[in-house]
């Protein structure tokens, strides 16, 4: 079994500033991590995965995510943070062998100018 | 490049009455094929997903069905709406490689009166 979970239903940030969204996971075996963000009324984007190798990976937009095996995470963050990030956020986990990802909740970023 | 096509991009329909969204892939073949339903802007509810021509795997059961008639051709249908069944349908597409991020389209959004 696989599961994701993200915390925070909303998370509020100012523009300029360092933003992170948190990300949990369980699964049997190695995973396979995933970030998507979705604006309003549009279908999800793909930012960035991790499927092995460096542990810090880089996305689109200026996103990054860091694997922590220990801690079961794979937070995303964003050094300096935009208006336009404003949009829903899901992390979502695949086991190995399996075509079913499953996704967290979702996380709506909110940055203030 | 692949791109990924949804339609109608908005449906309004009476309670009781038939159901056909239509899904389509270009510059891929033999994707993994998947639909979702978003209910009030958040989380994703895998509905059906389909490793191949006529090969369909329900994961909620419910008044919806589909198909794949065609290879990059994915079918969500129902014969009599519900008003639960209103939501934000989105169909995303996945290379062969279990890896692969999945690609969405733009959805559509149906209100069942």
């Known amino acids: 079994a696989q599961s994701v979970a993200q915390p925070e239903d909303q998370v509020n940030v100012a523009e300029g500033n360092p933003l992170t969204v948190k990300c949990t996971y369980s699964v049997s075996g190695n995973p396979y991590l995933f970030w998507y963000v979705q604006y309003p009324n549009r279908g999800l984007q793909f930012l960035l995965k991790y499927i092995t190798g460096d542990n810090l990976v880089k996305g689109s937009y200026g996103f990054e995510a860091e694997f922590n095996k220990s801690q079961t995470s794979f937070h995303l963050k964003k050094p300096s943070a935009l208006v336009s990030d404003s949009a829903l956020y899901f992390c979502?986990?695949?086991?190995?062998?399996?075509?079913?990802?499953?996704f967290g909740r979702g996380t709506s970023l909110i940055v203030h100018p | 490049s692949q791109t990924i096509h949804q339609w109608p991009a908005t449906l309004v329909q009476p309670v009781g009455s038939p159901l056909s969204l239509e899904c389509t892939v270009e510059g891929t073949s033999n994707p993994n094929l998947y639909w979702y339903r978003q209910a009030a802007g958040r989380g994703l509810q895998l509905l059906f997903y389909?490793?191949?021509?006529?090969?369909i795997s329900s994961e909620v059961p419910q008044n919806l069905s589909a198909s794949r008639p065609q290879d990059r051709q994915f079918i969500l249908s129902s014969k009599k709406l519900l008003l639960s069944d209103s939501g934000f349908y989105l169909c995303a597409w996945m290379g062969r490689r279990v890896n692969n991020e999945q690609f969405f389209g733009p959805g559509t959004r149906l209100t069942v009166l």
């Open positions: 979502a986990v695949f086991s190995g062998g399996s075509y079913i990802p499953t």
């Open positions: 389909s490793v191949g021509i006529g090969q």
